[in-house]
């Protein structure tokens, strides 16, 4: 999975300084203001500069005024700030985090805490980022004395970190994503590489949706690095809310518990019954007894499709299928079918390919037109960028496209 964290991150403190600079319009007040010296401030704002590869600030009527990629930049700091202040603050048992906390905060600490966070471990997260297992240890027992708050605690299964360390890294990695997104929108202004988008794909994504947006973007956004990822949902929201992935494209779930993310439906999709072609059930009569009788290829039970698969044998009024395999991926179940009288509840749109090569055919769901909801689900505060945003309304052009049952030269439907 792609790296919520930032290869280089910036100084925290100099990101500190630049807001003050850019809300007081004056190194030596932002100084005054943050207990520095007024060359120290003017230093961190070079080094800063230095990161960035543009100059910030520009001098108008004897203040320092933001130029276009400080503008661009300003917003994101500020968030990204927002979020590692609250974070910290609750970390450390405080309301919000001092100048002194940040000043003592280092990128590198944060980015250590949420790689053993998300590798489940210390040895882990050395052998993922390619570190020495004490100097993961050390970087996390820094963290710890900076906050003056453990954030890791023993049990029987070894040394877990803590809720407040989980909920820093989830923070923490938020604002690393802001500053992300406040580089790629730096280099948009200076018509150099635009940024990277990550996309979780469930299944009906990866067959259709998620590549054929992706190559209708790329047209125009070359430089744009697209990342498309496969996962069970449960994985993939972990990964949005992390701020490691930008959106996810796949059946709606309408989960009113999850407060920090929202849902966009982009179309119904009609299910059906496929099978290989050439199966005895496509020719029978009696759908329910041919539906009974032979065997099936499941949805994993916590999918909405999984709801379809038990409704489909209520509604024929026949026992479930005893012969039954889970499987939540296309690939398999597609060697499944090829090869046996399995049957499966699913979209057309998502055997395209295979219907058009003759390998697989579908019947009507019994019901007659019973759909789910497939939909957008990005963060709620999400901001993309110029490029990211026609990279979602490519998406949504797609979802247009299904909706109307038109045909895309990617994937074309039967």
């Keep these: 999975m792609v790296i919520s964290t930032m290869a280089n991150a910036p100084n925290i403190w100099r990101v500190k300084i630049f807001t003050e600079i850019a809300a007081t319009g004056s190194v030596s007040v932002a100084a005054a203001r943050l207990g520095l010296t007024q060359p120290a401030a003017s230093q961190a704002l070079k080094a800063l500069e230095k990161w960035t590869e543009a100059a910030l600030f520009e001098r108008k009527n004897n203040r320092l005024a933001l130029t276009p990629a400080g ?14 202040e609250e974070g910290l603050g609750e970390a450390a048992g405080r309301e919000g985090a001092p100048p002194s906390l940040l000043r003592a905060m280092s990128g590198r600490r944060l980015e250590t805490l949420i790689s053993i966070i ?59 994503g802001e500053l992300r997104q406040g ?11 635009a940024g990277a988008t990550v996309i979780g794909a469930m299944p009906l994504a990866r067959a259709h949706l998620a590549p054929a947006a992706a190559a209708d973007f790329a047209a125009d956004y070359p430089e744009h690095r697209i990342s498309i990822l496969d996962g069970a949902y449960e994985d993939l929201l972990i990964g949005l809310r992390r ?50 009788k032979y065997p099936w290829i499941a949805p994993r039970p916590t999918s909405p499709l999984r709801r379809h698969f038990d409704a489909l044998f209520t509604w024929l009024g026949v026992p479930a299928p005893e012969d039954v395999i889970e499987c939540n991926s296309l690939s398999a179940a597609r060697v499944l079918m090829l090869n046996s009288n399995r049957m499966m509840l699913l979209s057309d749109l998502q055997i395209g390919y295979e219907k058009s090569a003759g390998m697989l055919a579908s019947r009507p769901h019994p019901a007659g ?7 957008l689900t990005m963060r709620r505060n999400w901001r993309p960028t110029a490029a990211q945003k026609a990279l979602v309304d490519a998406v949504r052009a797609q979802g247009a496209a299904a909706a109307s049952q038109k045909r895309h030269p990617l994937c074309p439907l039967s």
């Excluded at 503008?71 to 590692?84: D, I, V």
């Excluded at 580089?183 to 590489?193: I, M, Q, V, W």
């Excluded at 966009?264 to 009974?292: C, K, N, W, Y």
């Design 71 to 84: 503008a661009a930049l300003a917003p994101r700091a500020r968030a990204a700030l927002a979020l590692l």
């Design 243 to 292: 701020g490691e992935t930008d959106f996810l494209i796949g059946a709606v779930r309408e989960n009113p518990l999850v407060k920090d993310i929202v849902e966009e439906p982009l179309f119904e999709d009609p299910l059906s019954i496929v099978m290989r072609a050439g199966h005895p059930a496509l020719a029978s009569d009696d759908g329910a007894t041919a539906f009974a």
């Design 369 to 375: 037109q019973v759909t789910r909801l497939i939909g």
């Design 118 to 176: 998300r590798h489940g471990g210390f040895a882990n997260a050395a052998k993922a980022e390619g570190y020495a297992a004490p100097t993961v240890h050390r970087s996390a027992k820094d963290l710890e004395r900076a906050l003056g708050a453990p954030l890791f605690e023993a049990t029987s299964h070894g040394v877990r970190p803590t809720r407040r360390a989980e909920a820093l890294a989830l923070k923490a990695g938020l604002a690393f």
């Design 183 to 193: 580089l790629a929108e730096l280099r948009e202004l200076s018509g150099r590489e």
